[in-house]
């Protein structure tokens, strides 16, 4: 059997409490303060404060600020001095940005052919991205997410521009009240998730680990992929690609899973776990019918309206059942 370190057998034991037990009231205002001495430092550990997180959420109130510990916005070492300080900064930084893509883009449209595709990439991801409320208020301005997305774009060399982009700065747009934040928690996020989420940088790296999570955890499902639904775990890449943000009833449970992702808690890489327990919830139909490729992507399409929470509860059993076998070489070398 796979030896555990403390911290793994820790967070087996976590994971399964997590789901065994009723999710508590999500962390509010005061609770979040009480995790910070007289000068703003930490007085709890950066993991306490991560597990409470998986096991109980963040309230609205203090998401905003949990963000910017989570991406790496502000370091957990900061005091509430230094962290008001890298807030200038950043939006100082940001406005610098600004201003040198005015100055360049005409550059940039005459010598890069891509950036101009990329740029009608984005305006028509825009358009097609439905920005009204439940009551049909317009949620977000559309220009400054082009703002941001073509700074983004340009001044982010490692992950190219993608279809989901805009929705994840919608997101951020939604969370926050000032531009320079949405810009650069959307930068520290990529920076932390481009090995879940950015398809040219460790999307495919999901993908096969993925089918490797089925071939140990689940022989009979992974043969019936392997034959009738060939290449069909290879074209989950949007469930990555989009950070499952089209599987949500609400834009509270996206935010709900993706800040679980950014604890690493109960374990890295706890997407490919959840994309696991995602296609767990379609295995019965597929076996039963007999499900070539495409009907079973068209099932795994049907995945909308999710709770964040089940969901996650499902992703920690597998965790828990993974610690609990004689793992492969690859699986622990990935999760554990």
């Known amino acids: 059997m796979t030896t555990l370190s403390p911290e793994n057998s820790l967070s087996a034991r976590q994971s399964a409490s997590f789901i065994l037990v009723k999710r508590k009231p999500a962390i509010d205002k005061t609770e979040w303060e009480g995790f910070f001495g007289e000068n703003g430092h930490l007085a709890k550990p950066r993991d306490f404060i991560c597990i409470d997180i998986l096991e109980r959420g963040l309230h609205p109130c203090v998401r905003t600020e949990a963000w910017k510990f989570l ?36 550059l940039l ?17 825009i358009q097609k991205l439905y920005d009204r409320g439940p009551q049909g208020n317009v949620l977000i301005d559309k220009k400054k997410l082009e703002k941001t997305l073509l700074l983004s774009y340009v001044c982010n060399t ?19 009240e000032c531009d320079h934040e949405t810009f650069w928690l959307f930068q520290f996020f990529l920076q932390k998730m481009e090995h879940s989420c950015v398809i040219n940088i460790g999307v495919d790296k999901n ?28 074209s989950l890449f949007p469930w990555f690609g989009f950070c499952f943000q089209r599987a949500f009833k ?28 995602m296609l767990q919830m379609v295995r019965k139909q597929v076996l039963q019918e007999n499900m070539a490729g495409d009907a079973i992507l ?5 995945l909308i309206d999710l709770d964040a929470d089940e969901l996650i509860s499902a992703a920690c059993m597998v ?11 690859p699986l622990k070398d990935f999760f554990l």
């Open 71 to 106: 991406t790496g916005y502000y370091s957990w070492q900061s005091s509430q001095d230094e962290r008001l300080t890298v807030d200038s900064t950043r939006r100082k930084n940001y406005e610098a940005l600004c201003q040198m893509y005015q100055k360049i883009e005409p």
């Open 109 to 125: 449209e005459n010598l890069h052919r891509n950036f101009t595709e990329t740029r009608n990439n984005i305006a028509s991801d």
């Open 158 to 176: 490692q992950a190219e521009y993608q279809q989901g982009f805009p929705e994840m700065v919608m997101l951020f747009q939604l969370m926050v």
């Open 207 to 234: 993908l096969d680990m993925l089918n490797i999570l089925i071939n140990f955890l689940d022989p009979v499902f992974a043969e019936h992929l392997k034959g009738k639904g060939a290449g069909t775990v290879q």
């Open 250 to 277: 609400s834009f509270d449970d996206v935010w709900r899973l993706w800040e679980v992702l950014l604890t690493g808690k109960p374990c890295r890489n706890f997407q490919v776990l959840v994309a696991h327990s």
């Open 298 to 302: 068209l099932a795994c399409n049907c």
């Open 319 to 329: 965790y828990a059942e993974l610690v609990q076998k004689d793992v492969p070489q």
